[in-house]
């Protein structure tokens, strides 16, 4: 039972746990917060499997992506603080068979497939963010470039959406 | 065959699982949002598991997962400019409401 | 140990703090004030609001705490005094620094009261408009020292300090450093006089204090930051290490004091609008001018 197993062990069962508080609780602040923690969890397990840069980008990046995501659901759902016990589903049972089986497939390939030689060591830290800038600027330039453009596209469709017109003025 | 392994995807097929159970469950577009969000981390935990215990020279493994972390920053970003532009027009974001597409 | 010093440190720091604020804000340099005020604050009755979010009223002032001690982490005083020394230094500083948005959320929302739900909605409202602008000095900071470790960013300034390499960032850098701790004149979150202390103001005894030392260690750590990024950490002619990096954070601190004196408070719709329209573009441009000068000068 090595420190790397247990963490491991120990961050998936919190993130799972917050995963599943997201969709029981009737407070929808608490639902947003407990998406955050659960994507923390999820950065700690990328430390413990020593990814470091992708660990802490996702705790950097998931905490302002689930803030926002909770003034949203203020601004629009019906009971933000949960005071109430409404129950804001519907199909709950094809939902239920749908989650179960695709996480029942995932184990089984998880456990009877041969994943073939498992590596020992993985490089140090400095040399993986090092790695990965000349993968990002040199092999998979088009691959970033793209993601980029994509990026500014998106921005501009939620802009465009989002903002009201301007009401004319009447000659 | 590592216990390390197994765990990692274990937890990232049960992440997927409940996203998969709120993404179809919920009536709400932001708790639609929140199970695809979920969905997309399953993935990413997979990935890291995968760079990190089958192939941790290769840094494509990395860049994949920073691609997914794009994704799920740009689909947040679509989805809640078509969220507020659903509820200026229809007062809600109820998908048991929009049926007006519906034959 | 190292952490138990640095902690130490942070403590000592952080009332030091206390008593400049005291002296920018009221004119009165009493060095025994702090001390007075956290022993009534700790002995005054906690008072709770109607029906509050319990989980969320008890954890946001302490998750303030350890997200400034965890910013605080990775930030070298001395060569060898830094808690630890993350192959991703200068981002853990940032990712850290975010959970202070996360606290101030739950301290918004958990009171169950309405200004200090405003309160809480409006810093997130700000940190929209900054969060770039602590990013991408960081990330032109880092591509002077070719390294995301703090010590080498600190000795990649041995020649030349950041903050005359690229004057550009550390304007920015500054002003979202009094952004992101809510010290005016952004300090909307705990608006004294508008919104009844917005934040801070369903918060009393034991729970205040800790979100009151919570937001001067964070005050402390982000100069600390700026010291380590922009001023050359602890390197300097006669004094030892330790020596110049409190002098210039205590400096530093001062000159941020200071500031909020100067201008009226902002309100967060033009802090929006003058960080996107203004602020993004002098960002990149920093960058830009930062790249041109590492190719051209390399070291």
Same mark, same amino acid.
């Given at each position: ?10 961050? *998936?069962? $919190?993130?799972?746990? %917050?995963?599943?508080?997201? %969709?029981?609780? %009737? ?41 926002? @995501? $909770?003034? %949203?659901?203020? @601004?629009?759902?019906?009971?933000? *603080?949960?005071?109430?016990? @409404? ?10 068979? $749908? ?38 600027? *040199? ?6 470039? @793209? ?25 | 065959?590592? =216990? ?28 639609? +949002? +929140? ?8 993935? +990413? ?21 920073? =691609? ?26 109820? +998908? ?8 | ?32 004030? #702090? ?16 029906? #509050? ?22 930030? /070298? ?33 958990? #009171? ?54 690229? /004057? ?49 260690? &964070? ?75 590492? &190719?051209?000068?390399?070291?």
């Amino acid at each position: 039972m090595t420190a790397q197993m247990f963490f491991i062990g120990f961050f *998936g069962i $919190a993130a799972i746990w %917050f995963g599943v508080v997201v %969709f029981r609780t %009737f407070s929808m602040v608490r639902s947003a917060l407990a998406l955050l923690f659960s994507q923390t969890a999820l950065g700690a397990m990328f430390l413990t499997m020593q990814a470091e840069f992708l660990g802490v980008l996702q705790i950097m990046m998931m905490a302002t992506e689930m803030s926002i @995501m $909770a003034i %949203f659901m203020v @601004m629009f759902m019906m009971d933000p *603080g949960g005071m109430g016990t @409404m129950d804001m589903t519907h199909q709950k049972k094809l939902s239920l068979w $749908a989650g179960f089986v695709s996480f029942v497939g995932g184990v089984a390939i998880a456990v009877f497939v041969d994943w073939g030689p498992i590596a020992a060591i993985a490089p140090g830290a400095a040399q993986q963010t090092v790695d990965l800038g000349l993968e990002l600027l *040199g092999r998979s330039m088009l691959i970033f470039e @793209m993601a980029g453009l994509t990026i500014l596209t998106a921005m501009i469709a939620a802009t465009a959406i989002s903002i009201q017109p301007l009401k004319k003025k009447s000659q | 065959m590592s =216990i390390e392994l197994v765990l990692a995807l274990t937890t990232g097929a049960a992440l997927f699982g409940v996203g998969i159970y709120g993404a179809l469950s919920q009536t709400n577009l932001v708790m639609i +949002m +929140m199970g695809v969000e979920l969905i997309l981390a399953g993935a +990413m935990v997979n990935l890291v598991a995968f760079w990190r215990f089958l192939h941790p020279e290769t840094a494509a493994g990395q860049m994949f997962v920073l =691609i997914v972390m794009t994704v799920m920053a740009i689909e947040m970003a679509v989805g809640f400019g078509v969220a507020i532009a659903r509820f200026r027009s229809r007062g809600s974001v109820e +998908m048991e409401e929009a049926v007006e597409l519906k034959g | 140990m190292t952490t138990l010093i640095v902690v130490i440190l942070l403590i000592f720091g952080s009332y030091l703090v206390a008593v400049l604020e005291n002296w920018v804000n009221n004119g009165k340099f009493r060095l025994t004030a #702090p001390l007075f005020a956290a022993m009534a604050m700790l002995g005054r009755e906690s008072i709770l609001s109607h029906k #509050p979010d319990r989980l969320f009223f008890e954890v946001a002032p302490a998750l303030l705490l350890i997200s400034a001690l965890l910013a605080a982490a990775t930030i /070298p005083l001395t060569p060898n005094l830094i808690i630890a020394d993350l192959a991703t230094g200068a981002l853990f500083i940032n990712a850290a620094l975010v959970y202070v948005l996360v606290a101030l959320l739950m301290a918004g929302w958990g #009171p169950n009261g309405a200004y200090a739900m405003i309160g809480g909605w409006r810093f997130l409202g700000q940190l929209m408009a900054y969060a770039m602008l602590v990013v991408m000095p960081i990330t032109a900071v880092v591509m002077r020292a070719e390294s995301l470790f703090t010590t080498e960013i600190v000795v990649s300034q041995a020649e030349l300090w950041n903050i005359v390499y690229q /004057p550009l960032g550390f304007v920015l850098f500054f002003i979202a450093s009094l952004a992101l701790c809510f010290l005016p004149p952004f300090d909307l979150p705990t608006a004294e006089g508008e919104l009844a202390g917005g934040v801070e103001a369903e918060y009393s005894g034991v729970r205040l204090a800790v979100f009151r030392f919570g937001r001067l260690t &964070l005050i402390i750590t982000l100069s600390a930051a700026i010291v380590v990024f922009y001023l050359g950490g602890w390197q300097g002619p006669l004094l030892p290490p330790w020596a110049w990096t409190a002098i210039k954070i205590l400096t530093v601190t001062a000159a941020m004091l200071i500031t909020g004196q100067l201008m009226p408070r902002v309100r967060e719709a033009h802090l929006l609008s003058w960080g996107w329209k203004l602020g993004i573009p002098l960002a990149l441009l920093n960058i830009l001018i930062v790249g041109i000068l590492v &190719l051209v000068f390399p070291t």
